[in-house]
């Protein structure tokens, strides 16, 4: 499976602020995926990102919110923007496998806002 | 109803015994389910995938499918205390997309 790594690891920010995650992966992939993950809870994917077009969000998601760049075949970025401490999180990105559905993720960006 | 569901847990077993963790689905067009451990603090790591009917065994590991039943479990022979984490279900939807359960938390006890 590709090597995905994701910046920063964590961060602490305060609200009204926003931060840029990125996610780099070693290998060309179509599909890249945005999820979030509350505190004791599963995976809520955010939205899906493809190489040369817009971002497709998730019900409950809006790009001012959450905007995504995806410049190439191994690098994509999700901003938080304008954080609250609602916005707390791991945020992971994944990509998709050699099989249909399979999908890997990153280490993940543990976000806490103050 | 929820698109995928599993019990929260904590499931508790002792260490060498089976454990069983069960994931019921309500899509009845679904044609593959994946199941992922996270252990506290990581990322999900994929473990296993099915898309058929039946049993599929990958050493300790093996996912079984009812499509009929539309339920899908794993389970965990010889048991370790390195398997203690939370699994995850996980089903298609839509393109190439995944939704997730809950997550059960194991819990192996020495």
């Known amino acids: 499976s590709a090597v995905i790594s994701q910046k920063p690891s964590r961060d602490i920010c305060q609200r009204g602020t926003s931060l840029t995650i990125q996610c780099q992966v070693d290998s060309q992939v179509t599909m890249m995926f945005w999820y979030r993950q509350q505190p004791g809870q599963s995976l809520t994917l955010i939205a899906t990102?493809?190489?040369?077009?817009?971002?497709?969000?998730e019900s409950g998601f809006v790009i001012d919110k959450f905007p995504i760049s995806r410049p190439n075949l191994t690098f994509s970025t999700l901003t938080v923007s304008n954080m609250s401490p609602e916005d707390s999180s791991i945020y992971l990105c994944?990509?998709?496998?050699?099989?249909?559905?399979?999908?890997?993720f990153g280490p993940g960006t543990r976000l806490t806002v103050t | 109803q929820k698109e995928v569901e599993q019990n929260s847990g904590p499931l508790s077993v002792p260490e060498g015994a089976i454990a069983s963790l069960n994931c019921t689905y309500s899509d009845r067009g679904s044609q593959s389910f994946f199941w992922y451990r996270q252990y506290s603090g990581k990322s999900p790591e994929l473990i296993m995938s099915?898309?058929?009917?039946g049993d599929k065994e990958d050493g300790r590991f093996t996912a079984q499918l009812n499509k009929a039943s539309q339920y899908v479990s794993l389970l965990i022979r010889d048991s370790q205390p390195s398997d203690s984490a939370t699994y995850l279900c996980?089903?298609?939807?839509?393109?190439?997309?995944?939704?997730f359960g809950a997550g059960t938390r194991l819990a192996v006890h020495p």
């Open positions: 099915i898309y058929s009917n």
């Open positions: 996980a089903s298609p939807r839509g393109y190439n997309k995944l939704i």
């Open positions: 994944s990509v998709e496998g050699s099989s249909s559905y399979e999908q890997y």
């Open positions: 990102a493809n190489q040369g077009s817009e971002a497709t969000y």
